[in-house]
């Protein structure tokens, strides 16, 4: 049974920090395309960083400079550091994984809030 639990969010104010976690069970974690992603109210979901291959990662604009994307593949966990925040960084942020090449297996995780005040 596959599992993606993410941890580490929470409220904080802008200009500060957070890190999420995603715990990965039930996939071999480096087989896998990971990534965060996050949904605000009443918008679409949107990706926030992805780390393919193992190697690469990509950024969405809005996140560049100020989040880093990271994987411990022994621990088979994903990380996602979160700094500089900004009220509209409030979200519930999903870890994704997807088996590569064809992202044919995709799993999400259920979500955790993080919530940035001004």
């Known amino acids: 049974q596959v599992q993606l639990v993410e941890s580490g969010g929470g409220s904080v104010q802008a200009g500060g920090s957070l890190r999420l976690s995603c715990a990965a069970s039930g996939i071999t974690f480096s087989l896998y395309d990971m990534g965060w992603y996050r949904q605000a109210p009443g918008k679409e979901r949107e990706l926030v960083a992805s780390f393919s291959r193992g190697v690469s990662t990509n950024y969405a604009d809005s996140v560049k400079g100020r989040f880093t994307i990271s994987a411990d593949n022994a621990k088979k966990t994903l990380y996602l550091q979160m700094n500089t925040l900004r009220p509209e960084d409030t979200a519930v942020y999903y870890c994704?994984?997807?088996?590569?090449?064809?992202?044919?297996?995709?799993?999400w995780g259920q979500g955790t809030q993080v919530t940035v005040s001004s």
């Open positions: 994704h994984a997807a088996s590569r090449p064809t992202w044919v297996r995709e799993y």
